[in-house]
Every structure is written in structure tokens, then in C-alpha cells.
């Protein structure tokens, strides 16, 4: 199965992709498994389950107190700006698999390396390639860190636009939850590609419109 980890829709609030287009989007470039990673919020990956159940995995991209932390097979919202630990026991408790967004882009709520090293021991994985991680550095030193620390890695597009999903995938065997991703995510073949520092532009700009809504309704 041809499986994308991260990407974003209209409920995080730098992106303005419909719902709708992003399911038609990764069925049109081929992908078998949709994680939807909204920020700090499930309600979109939920409305797209509803749509395509069988293509939609609701996952949730967490901001901690010290980092970001992108979850799959989510079943309640954990909310931002907790500390790590507690937002992991609450993924715990609900089964989900935990990776860590971009773990070295300090600019997009990346880790130091001791508030990494501390939660390593509990999480599944590492994202080891970020389509946005304007230095491809980044994603070297995530997967450094992940084979020194014998972590599985997730790939992901990390998309905020129609042509970004499926950017980068992970080619797997089929699964169909937490415990089965687990077992079978180490035999991931990755397809990755970069995308253009430009592409946050598209972000600022989304928030822009979201801003200029938000005043208007006011």
C-alpha cells in the first residue's frame, strides 16, 4: 500500500484545502492510506473518514510544550501545549502510533536533542523525511538519529496544498491498525522528493485569509 503520514486541510489553521479535494487528490496520484494530520484538531480527518473510510486514517499533528508530535489511528483529540509525556500517555491510552514531526526544524516546532532523547523510549517512530524541511539536512539528521536510536521512520509530504499530497510515501504491506502498522512499518519503502522553500508562502497566506475571515465575521 502506497501510504502518505502527514498532510494537512482547511481545519489547521495555515491551510485552506477542502476535504473533499484532498481525498480526490490522493486517490488521483495513486495513494492506498490517507493519515490526516490537522493541527491540534481530528475534526477534519473525521469528516473525511466519513467520506472514504477506506482510504482515511484520522491522525492529529500535536504541539507539546517542547515539540510537535504526529499520531495515527487517533480516536480522541489530545490537546496543544501539554507537556510530552502527558500528551503520549493520553495516545497510549487510546492505542494510537506515535511519530515525531521534523525532529531537528527547530523553525516548525522541531526538539532539542534532550527533550528528543527523553521521549524516545515512547514513541513508534521518527518522521525521517519532511517535504518541507527547507534544508535537506534536516531530514539527514532525522535519519541518523533514528537508526543510532533504532527507531522506525514515517515519510511524509507534510502537504498544505492539492499538488504536495503524495510528495513523499511510504510503500507497506497492508495494515489496518496501530498494532498491525507497527509490526509491518520497518518494511517501509520510502519515495521521497523535497519541495520549494516557496511552498510555505502558501501557508502564510492561508493564514492571512483565515485572519481577514475571522475580522470580517467580527
Known amino acids: 500500500m502506497s501510504v502518505e503520514f502527514?498532510?494537512?486541510?482547511?481545519?489547521?489553521?495555515?491551510?485552506?484545502?477542502?476535504?473533499?479535494?484532498?481525498?480526490?487528490?490522493?486517490?488521483?496520484?495513486?495513494?492506498?492510506?490517507?493519515?490526516?494530520?490537522?493541527?491540534?484538531?481530528?475534526?477534519?480527518?473525521?469528516?473525511?473518514?466519513?467520506?472514504?473510510?477506506?482510504?482515511?486514517?484520522?491522525?492529529?499533528?500535536?504541539?507539546?510544550?517542547?515539540g510537535e508530535l504526529l499520531a495515527c489511528f487517533v480516536t480522541e483529540e489530545i490537546p496543544k501545549y501539554l507537556e510530552p509525556l502527558d500528551a503520549i500517555t493520553r495516545l497510549r491510552e487510546q492505542g494510537a502510533f506515535i511519530s515525531v514531526s521534523h525532529p531537528f526544524d527547530l523553525r516548525r516546532h522541531g526538539w532539542r536533542l534532550a527533550d528528543l532523547e527523553r521521549i524516545t523510549p515512547l514513541v513508534d517512530a521518527v518522521e525521517v523525511f519532511n517535504s518541507?524541511?527547507?534544508?535537506?539536512?534536516?531530514?539527514?539528521?532525522?535519519?541518523?538519529?533514528?537508526?543510532?536510536?533504532?527507531?522506525?521512520?514515517?515519510?511524509?509530504?507534510?502537504?498544505?496544498?492539492?499538488?504536495?499530497?503524495?510528495?513523499?510515501?511510504?510503500?507497506?504491506?497492508?495494515?489496518?491498525?496501530?498494532?498491525?502498522?507497527s509490526s509491518v512499518i520497518r518494511q517501509g519503502r520510502a519515495q521521497t522528493r523535497i519541495s520549494s522553500p516557496f511552498i510555505h508562502l502558501t501557508s502564510t497566506y492561508a493564514r492571512m485569509v483565515k485572519e481577514m475571515r475571522k475580522r470580517h465575521e467580527n
Open 132 to 181: 518541507r524541511c527547507q534544508v535537506n539536512l534536516l531530514n539527514d539528521q532525522a535519519q541518523a538519529y533514528a537508526a543510532k536510536h533504532g527507531l522506525a521512520g514515517t515519510v511524509g509530504s507534510d502537504a498544505h496544498t492539492l499538488r504536495e499530497v503524495g510528495r513523499s510515501r511510504l510503500e507497506l504491506p497492508p495494515f489496518s491498525s496501530s498494532a498491525e502498522l
Open 6 to 66: 502527514h498532510c494537512h486541510t482547511e481545519f489547521s489553521r495555515d491551510c485552506l484545502v477542502p476535504v473533499r479535494d484532498l481525498l480526490e487528490a490522493a486517490r488521483g496520484v495513486g495513494l492506498n492510506r490517507l493519515v490526516i494530520t490537522d493541527h491540534n484538531t481530528i475534526q477534519g480527518a473525521l469528516k473525511a473518514k466519513e467520506l472514504d473510510p477506506e482510504l482515511v486514517i484520522i491522525g492529529e499533528e500535536i504541539l507539546t510544550t517542547q
